[in-house]
């Protein structure tokens, strides 16, 4: 045990505040200086769709490379190896829907929201209630995965360990996130994403290289080298199984999970939310090309990361850290870098939550606001924009709180493992819906209120009954067993039920509007009146 | 883009929609799209499949510590990026001619 504390106390508290606030106060100043524009609501809610595809490229891979990536994925290939892996691949395969039959077609039909494509050709309040509902539901997981990770880094980083000090920290990254998103909107929110990015993909690639040359370039010898740390059984480091392989029902849970991490992207509301930042679909498509190759090579990064921590820290000293296996990747940096390494890592991995906790905000707080609170309650007639702003700020204020809340209670669990519940909710109670209304002429609003509010349901009824809740060691509530759903992830029973109520709903209703279906498809197809908005 | 205000005259959509251009250019993303997500879907499952009930299979070494599940999630990652390029092509080349042409014929043409 002997480096584990040297671990926490060879991290320099000092250092790695100074390193955090030096982020902060850099991107407060960008966020000050970009709210100057912020006048209207499309300069609070998609930027005024002023950012080019190469920029929303990088901030989409800032947006989505949360903590879970970085110190989720890295961790469970330190610990579990091969079965680690698959958390990315999944992650990355997703983006090929985004990119082949959502982000141009989203871009053209919608303004702000999922919402405003759902009422392009339905009915207004009922679609856009639902569709608020759900960008709230997906943001709430969400953040709390993100927020969970938060409470474990400041227990390993600044060496607090009881849990109202680990909850003060927590409050204070909420409330700074909730700074730069009400002052910043979306301008502020992008700039401090593409920020973030770059640090958090330009540390990943100095340990890589640094993991790499420490056992000469060589790839088989980095993952030998992981498995002879383990001593006795450690090969199973090197193969699949070692974490999802154990019994039938575990495989079967594997399958579940492999589904909602590849549908799930596509329907995260806070990545759609950023094809509205660009001026055009041809942006659009840019910016997730750009996505998809920072992602990809970032996560052929924590490959290595991972296997580079099990080799050089070993699996028995990160689960003994405090923050278990979300620890390997700062607890490499030490080993690697000392204190100073390990403070940049450290910084670098709050940054990124700040960062994804901002953009996850900024998208729930536009969705209430502007799909409740402008069309919903006030029937689209409040002409008074500053008022939807308005609402749309107060609104982030609330999240925030909850987010703080919510992290405050979920500290401590798995955050790959939570990112992939809200992945899940994300693929049953979205996508089939987005991919109905922009490839079926006969999907109507009842078949998009089946497809959200059943794939919704179906997925929380089933999370809450499952065993990631109640009934194990490893449950949320371990003391306690009311599962009666057999899987961690409901994704394998909820995305098809939420597919199938969507078909059953829209063939029950008589309701067709050829028309706008026609004035849909040619203008989500050629960018017909979307985009001259802004001349650039 | 740089195309000024909006008319007040809306154009007629189900005309445009019906008319050849369009339907060349709904046929061209579809047939590249739909196709591409089944064979990647395909792919990705048979991977996730080979990965959950094939250990043995997977666990083959190849060279080194380098084992066929290694490789094959390796190629996952190739596809992705070629799939990728794959398809930034066939939008410059055959998708984005046409919707400039209509686009412009729409917004021209009042």
């Given amino acids: 045990m002997a480096p584990l504390a040297q671990g ?3 991290s320099n508290v000092a250092l790695n505040i100074g390193i955090f606030s030096l982020f902060v106060v850099i991107t407060l100043v960008i966020v000050f ?26 901030a989409i891979s800032g947006d989505y490379l949360s903590a879970a990536s970085f110190l989720g994925i890295a961790g469970s290939i330190a610990v579990f190896g091969y079965d680690g892996f698959l958390y990315s691949i999944g992650f990355l395969v997703a983006w090929l829907i985004a990119l082949l039959l959502v982000a141009e077609l989203l871009r053209n039909t919608g303004k702000y929201t999922l919402g405003d494509v759902l009422a392009f ?47 003060l920290v927590i409050a204070i990254v909420g409330i700074i996130m909730i700074v730069y998103v009400i002052i910043g909107g979306m301008r502020g929110t992008t700039w401090v994403q593409i920020i973030k990015a770059a640090l958090l993909i330009s540390g990943a690639f100095v340990m890589t290289i640094w993991v790499l040359g420490k056992f000469g370039f060589n790839l088989s010898g980095l993952m030998g080298a992981a498995v002879d740390r383990v001593g006795d059984g450690g090969e199973k480091l090197l193969n699949p199984g070692a974490q999802y392989g154990l019994t039938g029902l575990s495989r079967l849970d594997f ?60 699996a028995d000293t990160i689960l003994a850290a405090p923050g278990k296996s979300n620890s390997a990747a700062p607890l490499l940096a030490y080993a690697l870098g000392g204190t100073v390494l390990l403070g940049i890592i450290a910084a670098v991995a709050f940054a990124t939550i700040l960062a994804v906790v901002a953009g996850l905000t900024i998208t729930a707080s536009a969705s209430f606001a502007h799909d409740i609170y402008a069309n919903v309650i006030k029937k689209g007639e409040a002409d008074d924009k500053a008022a939807e702003v308005r609402v749309a700020r107060i609104t982030a204020v609330v999240i925030g709180a909850i987010a703080i809340l919510g992290g405050i209670v979920a500290n401590g669990q798995n955050i790959a493992f939570l990112v992939a519940l809200a992945f899940a909710v994300a693929a049953s109670a979205n996508l089939p819906t ?52 057999p899987l961690a992830n409901p994704g394998l029973v909820s995305i098809p039920v939420a597919f199938i109520l969507g078909y059953i709903g829209a063939k029950t209703s008589k309701e067709s509007n050829e028309a706008k279906y026609a004035e849909m498809e040619v203008r989500s197809l050629t960018g017909a009146h979307s985009e001259k908005a802004v001349a650039h | 883009m740089s195309t000024t205000d909006q008319g007040p005259p809306s154009p007629d959509w189900e005309t445009i929609q019906q008319s050849a251009e369009f339907t060349q250019l709904r046929r061209r993303l579809r047939n590249f799209v739909f196709p591409m997500t089944v064979a ?19 666990s083959t070494k190849v060279f080194g510590n380098i084992n066929i599940g290694l490789l094959f999630g390796l190629l996952q990652f190739v596809s992705t990026f070629v799939i990728t390029s794959l398809y930034v092509r066939h939008a410059n080349k055959s998708l984005d001619p046409v919707s400039e042409k209509i686009r412009d014929d729409i917004e021209g043409g009042k």
């Avoid at chain 2, 879907?41 to 250990?55: M, P, Q």
Wanted: some cysteine; hydrophobic content about 55%.
């Fill in chain 1, 255 to 314: 399958v579940s999970l492999a589904l909602a991490l590849v549908l799930g992207t596509a329907g995260l509301p806070h990545i759609l939310m950023r094809f509205y930042t660009v001026p055009t679909a041809k942006e659009a498509r840019k910016s997730v090309v750009w996505a998809i190759w920072l992602i990809g090579i970032f996560y052929l990064f924590t490959l290595v990361l991972g296997y580079g921590a099990g080799a050089l820290v070993g």
């Fill in chain 1, 121 to 167: 050709r339905m009915q207004q309040r009922p679609v856009r209630a639902a569709a608020a509902t759900s960008t709230l539901v997906v943001s709430f997981f969400y953040l709390l995965a993100q927020m969970a990770g938060a409470g474990g880094l400041v227990a390993l980083l600044l060496g607090i360990s009881n849990k109202a000090g680990q909850a």
């Fill in chain 1, 33 to 58: 200086r970009a709210s100057r524009t912020n006048k209207t609501a499309v300069d609070y809610y998609a930027a005024g769709h002023s950012f080019t595809g190469v920029q929303n490229g990088v």
């Fill in chain 1, 434 to 485: 987005i991919l109905y209304s922009l490839f079926w002429k006969g999907f109507n609003t009842r078949g998009a209120l089946w497809s959200i509010y059943g794939g919704l349901a179906v997925c929380i009824i089933l999370i809450v009954f499952s065993p990631a809740v109640s009934g194990k060691e490893t449950s949320m509530f371990p003391t306690v067993d009311f599962h009666w759903f």
């Fill in chain 1, 8 to 10: 926490v106390e060879g």
């Fill in chain 2, 40 to 58: 990647f879907l395909t792919w990705y499952l048979l991977y996730v499949l080979l990965s959950d009930y094939a250990h043995e299979f997977m």
